[in-house]
């Protein structure tokens, strides 16, 4: 704690909130100048946890050898992770994946956007106060882990989408088990949104907090959920579609200032929310034209060495744009792989909107842009 005079003659302190604070959704340090108990200044710490990926990419020796620390990025997204990788990948060395292989990577990207809102609103809630909900919600994400388990034998990382492929098919009964996962979980939906969305307590602790204008968040590129919070439709399975998404039909959630101000935290919230039903909606129509057949390796090639050049693919994972810059040198390592981290452009955006609010609120801001510090300090 440290207490400054500013130029006004005010008295102003200046806390921690964090590294070690269970709300900072992981080792995050935010400096707090405070005015009583007013916000007049933030400033995120962050290094805490540097993941060394872009680093290691040019080190490990193999294109595919890369995979395992996309994954160790966003950990609780980590099949969103590997999604982008393979595809730049891919364009990068044209290849044609076959149809069976971009249907299984759809369900497993969609079910993993449900398990990371699941568990970003679950924390969301519980940082307010809220503990059933995330109790609810975590028995609900066991399932999913329980799918990827039985696919990949893995429950956080995965390692399970390949260059041209997948590390192995799924089982015989993954339809049948995603099936049911949909069927349950979808009247979940609605007992969330009578147990947390339209909570009066919780509305009141997120309704006009952490107010992102649209102007801002385009000034500071936000994506995502949190780009969606201020009613901009901009979705990157629509509007820039990769892999198969422009098969399928599917909305795009916006926030309305339905119950404050346009762009506030409850928006934010409100828009993952939205998304789980449209997630369901997207896996329900690739269970229905996955192909029953088919080698889910026979595109992989034996050699990764793609010509010298460049290639940028974004995706958009449940945080956001997600894209990979992959430079190469006509070697059997990339060059180079610059990872664009929508947790990282979204934390530095706190400072615009937490001023003038109070020390509570910064709480309900942190979680409201759902950040994972993983991804963070890559």
């Given at each position: 704690m440290n207490i400054t005079t500013n130029e006004a003659g005010k008295r102003e302190m200046t806390i921690n909130m964090g590294p070690q604070h269970p709300s900072t959704h992981g080792v995050l340090r935010l400096e707090l100048v405070l005015d009583g108990e007013i916000i007049t200044d933030v400033r995120p710490n962050i290094g805490y946890l540097h993941r060394c990926f872009e680093k290691y990419a040019e080190k490990v020796g193999d294109y595919s050898k890369v995979i395992p620390y996309t994954d160790r990025m966003d950990y609780v997204s980590a099949m969103n992770q590997e999604h982008g990788y393979v595809t730049a990948m891919e364009r990068m060395l044209e290849i044609e994946v076959p149809e069976r292989v971009e249907y299984i990577r759809v369900i497993m990207a969609e079910m993993q956007r449900i398990a990371s809102h699941l568990l970003g609103i679950g924390a969301f809630g519980l940082d307010l106060g809220a503990f059933t909900p995330f109790l609810y919600l975590f028995t609900e994400r066991e399932k999913i882990l329980n799918i990827f388990e039985k696919a990949s034998g893995a429950r956080l990382l995965y390692n399970y989408m390949t260059v041209g492929g997948l590390m192995r098919d799924v089982p015989k009964d993954f339809k049948m088990d995603v099936a049911d996962f949909v069927k349950t979980f979808r009247p979940k939906i609605k007992e969330l949104n009578d147990l947390l969305s339209y909570n009066k307590i919780f509305i009141q602790?997120?309704?006009?907090?952490?107010?992102?204008?649209?102007?801002?968040?385009?000034?500071?590129?936000?994506?995502?959920?949190?780009?969606?919070?201020?009613?901009?439709?901009?979705?990157?399975?629509?509007?820039?579609?990769?892999?198969?998404?422009?098969?399928?039909?599917?909305?795009?959630?916006?926030?309305?200032?339905?119950?404050?101000?346009?762009?506030?935290?409850?928006?934010?919230?409100?828009?993952?929310?939205?998304?789980?039903?449209?997630?369901?909606?997207?896996?329900?129509?690739?269970?229905?034209?996955?192909?029953?057949?088919?080698?889910?390796?026979?595109?992989?090639?034996?050699?990764?060495?793609?010509?010298?050049?460049?290639?940028?693919?974004?995706?958009?994972?449940?945080?956001?744009?997600?894209?990979?810059?992959?430079?190469?040198?006509?070697?059997?390592?990339?060059?180079?792989?610059?990872?664009?981290?929508?947790?990282?452009v979204h934390l530095s955006m706190l400072r615009a909107i937490s001023k003038g609010h109070l020390i509570a609120d910064m709480i309900a801001i942190v979680g409201s842009i759902d950040i994972v510090l993983g991804e963070v300090d890559r």
């Open positions: 602790r997120t309704a006009d907090v952490g107010v992102l204008p649209e102007k801002v968040a385009f000034n500071y590129a936000a994506s995502g959920p949190v780009l969606r919070g201020s009613g901009v439709k901009w979705d990157l399975r629509k509007n820039d579609p990769y892999s198969i998404y422009d098969r399928f039909d599917f909305e795009i959630p916006v926030g309305s200032g339905e119950m404050g101000t346009l762009g506030d935290s409850w928006d934010r919230y409100i828009v993952r929310v939205r998304e789980l039903e449209q997630s369901l909606r997207i896996i329900e129509q690739a269970l229905d034209g996955m192909p029953d057949e088919g080698d889910v390796t026979e595109a992989a090639p034996k050699r990764i060495r793609p010509k010298a050049g460049e290639m940028y693919v974004r995706t958009e994972t449940p945080r956001g744009e997600l894209g990979y810059y992959i430079i190469s040198d006509n070697k059997g390592a990339p060059y180079r792989v610059k990872a664009r981290a929508p947790s990282f």
